[in-house]
């Protein structure tokens, strides 16, 4: 027989008559005069079974690592066959509801699992090398803050408070900058209660980092060398065949130096529209120069100029932009939540990774100014009165924090699950998350 551990494989031979088994907690050459060990092997070890085999290792003529039993132990009994007698798993549902079967059947997916492992420790590894220290912020929380999303909602019952799962560490993470930590970062649970597709769950890991005295040009000078450090530590190939979110596939390379592209000059290359001519209030003209260049969006009369923008740029501009490239210099009136440039007060100072169609890094300079923070968490606060769901709730003890005094920093997001689906090849962030949550099925 072959059995097999979480590192290899090994042939094993059982004597006809030389091999004693324990059973029962009682070792015995025989189990009665016509059940050998041997025998007993043979009928009712099953795939599946832990067993304990003790004996001698020799080659076969042919040079295979086999041991010869002089013992063997069962350690736990199947009772349920594997899938398809090691052919494998091919159900989607049963990949995902019974993973442990996955990782029996399917070498691939084992490996996959090693490489996220792999993954984590390098990626702490590369942040302590660089003078990062790793923290542990609450997941319950008081506000939802740090990003514009509906959050889950549970009740404590010791405070009779309801509470928030948080959607991002920022602010825990911010305020402990005012605590003299000064390179920081935490990879984070989040909890974001919308939808689920291929590139979206509502549980996902992140890690999210914040650095006092860098500024948003830091961070991506940080983010290329991160990825490129963590290819080369995973053994990783420099070209990853990566398929868009219209599944199209193109070879992106990882190890090129990365492209700089400014938000609103690319739009104009690709459209001939100028979005730094337009401003709050004149929606009208920019659904009329949309609409002249032949491009149709659903529902754009009732959008605002901010998300007109940003579906023109879905359209036209990121389906054209397949290796790794820092998108920045957003228009104020876009990301409002992000530093003012000092030298241009129309944009502001935040950049996104961009990999063939997908989000995989965001980074801002951060606000730290309190009086500026409060008023933007009244205007949140106004959208939430008004039914906006995703709108940011008002945190006034981050408020209270800034007031000590936040040194200036940037922060940057890495959206762990959705960079793993990407590089190991995969089509939804399931299939790189060991347990994934699914409905409960029906049974008796």
């Known amino acids: 027989m072959t059995i097999m551990d979480g590192t290899s494989k090994i042939q094993v031979m059982f004597s006809r008559e030389n091999c004693s088994i324990q059973f029962n907690n009682t070792t015995t050459p025989n189990i009665n005069d016509e059940l050998t060990a041997y025998k007993f092997a043979e009928k009712l070890v099953d795939i599946g079974d832990w067993i304990w085999i003790s004996g001698e290792l020799f080659y076969t003529h042919k040079w295979e690592l086999t041991i010869f039993a002089k013992d063997f132990t069962f350690l736990s009994k199947a009772i349920r066959p594997l899938p398809e007698k090691w052919h494998g798993l091919s159900d989607e549902e049963t990949l995902y509801r019974e993973r442990y079967l996955d990782l029996i059947t399917n070498e691939e997916t084992y490996n996959r699992f090693l490489l996220r492992s792999r ?4 990626l702490r590894d590369f942040y302590e090398e660089n003078g990062f220290l790793e923290v542990e ?6 506000a939802a803050s740090g990003a514009a999303a509906k959050p889950f909602i549970t009740h404590h019952n010791d405070y009779d408070l309801d509470v928030f799962l948080r959607i991002s560490p920022e602010t825990a993470l911010k305020k402990a900058t005012v ?4 390179r920081i970062f935490e990879i984070a649970k989040d909890f974001r209660n919308e939808w689920s597709d291929p590139s979206h769950l509502q549980e996902f890991t992140m890690v999210e980092h914040y650095a006092v005295y860098w500024n ?3 961070n991506m000078n940080f983010a290329e060398k991160m990825v490129k450090t963590l ?3 995973l053994g990783l190939p420099p070209i990853i065949n990566i398929e868009d979110k219209e599944w199209n596939a193109r070879d992106v390379d990882f190890m090129k130096a990365w492209e700089r592209i400014d938000y609103a000059e690319r739009i104009k290359e690709d459209t001939w529209i100028d979005i730094r001519d337009f401003s709050i209030g004149e929606e009208d003209r920019m659904r009329k120069a949309i609409a002249d260049i032949g491009v149709v969006i659903d529902g754009i009369e009732k959008m605002s100029l901010a998300v007109m923008i940003d579906y023109l740029y879905k359209k036209k501009t990121r389906p054209q932009i397949v290796w790794p490239a820092f998108i920045y210099n957003y228009p104020k009136f876009m990301q409002p939540l992000a530093r003012t440039s000092d030298t241009n007060p129309y ?15 965001k980074a801002y300079s951060e606000l730290v100014d309190p009086i500026d923070q409060r008023e933007r968490f009244e205007e949140q606060a106004k959208a939430i009165e008004a039914g906006d769901e995703e709108a940011t709730s008002a945190d006034y003890d981050f408020v209270r ?13 890495f959206w762990i699950d959705r960079f793993l689906t990407l590089i190991t090849g995969q089509k939804n962030l399931r299939d790189v ?12």
Do not use: C, H
């Open 401 to 413: 924090a800034m007031e000590y005094g936040m040194p200036p920093q940037s922060g940057l997001g």
């Open 119 to 122: 993954f984590m420790k390098s």
């Open 347 to 361: 944009i502001v100072e935040q950049f996104q990774l961009l990999v063939n169609g997908w989000e995989i890094i």
């Open 231 to 233: 290819f080369q530590k």
């Open 216 to 218: 948003y040009e830091d």
């Open 433 to 444: 998350i060991l347990f994934p949550l699914m409905k409960p099925r029906n049974e008796e």
């Open 179 to 182: 605590g003299r930590f000064e």
């Open 137 to 142: 912020t609450p997941i319950l929380w008081n």
